[in-house]
């Protein structure tokens, strides 16, 4: 069973795509900002983790390369998963490390396909 940590700073997302990855079987953990995030991969290491872009204390961008950038953490995928949908945005976003970036709002199928495509990898 895939572990995921999904992070995000609005409780009805969070609950949204948690519900969405527990009935897919995976095993989900959640941080709801940032530093929280932070804390929560360097200690259970997930598969993958799902992150929100506008966060408090840390935005998801600091996060991406925070955790791309620890030994504990440097392999697992990033999925930034935002409202901020310029091109721009997305560049950024791969630029910080991630590994793929979706946009809010967006399908569950194409949230789930990506998780899945990047557990396979």
Known sequence: MKTVLVVDDSTAQREMIKELLQASGMTVNVATDGEQAVA???EIVPDIVVLDVVMPKMNGYEVC???KSHPKTQDVPVILCSSKSEDFDKHW???????AYVCKPFEPVELLTTIKQL???
């Open 40 to 42: 929560v991969a360097l």
């Open 65 to 67: 390369r925070t955790l």
């Open 93 to 99: 976003g791969m630029r910080q490390g991630a590994d």
């Open 119 to 121: 557990l396979r990898n």
